[in-house]
């Protein structure tokens, strides 16, 4: 599996960006989708994430209300809608991909994402 993020760049707070990772190499429609960030000097986390069908998402409490994950599985694509950015958000940005077929409460936790794609720099400015 091959996964593509694109989108990132700067933007002023308030700002919006809109991220896409496009998957190759496997049928994506059948697994979940993730987004996850590592700022400077702190471990990676949890995002936003997206079960196979698009109909459950689930996002991290400092993203709710501003991003929004959506999927086109025409497209083989997952998006993420980035709203009100502040300076926060700085980080870099990496879309992976579940590919285990049963789901728990821990779903959405980056141990259970199998692939990672390379990661968009996205850069806040106060």
């Known amino acids: 599996v091959q996964l593509q993020a694109s989108g990132g760049g700067l933007v002023q707070a308030g700002g919006s960006l809109r991220l896409s990772c496009a998957a190759s190499g496997r049928t994506f429609s059948g697994y979940a989708m993730g987004w996850f960030r590592q700022a400077p000097g702190k471990d990676r986390e949890f995002v936003a994430a997206?079960?196979?069908?698009?109909?459950?998402?689930k996002y991290a409490d400092s993203v709710k209300g501003r991003f929004t994950i959506s999927r086109d599985n025409t497209k083989n694509t997952v998006y993420l809608e980035m709203n009100s950015l502040n300076p926060e958000d700085t980080a870099v940005y990496y879309c992976a991909l579940r590919s285990r077929l049963s789901y728990d409460s821990t779903w959405w936790t980056p141990g259970q994402f199998d692939f990672w794609g390379q990661g968009t720099l996205v850069t806040v400015s106060s």
């Open positions: 997206i079960r196979n069908s698009g109909g459950i998402t």
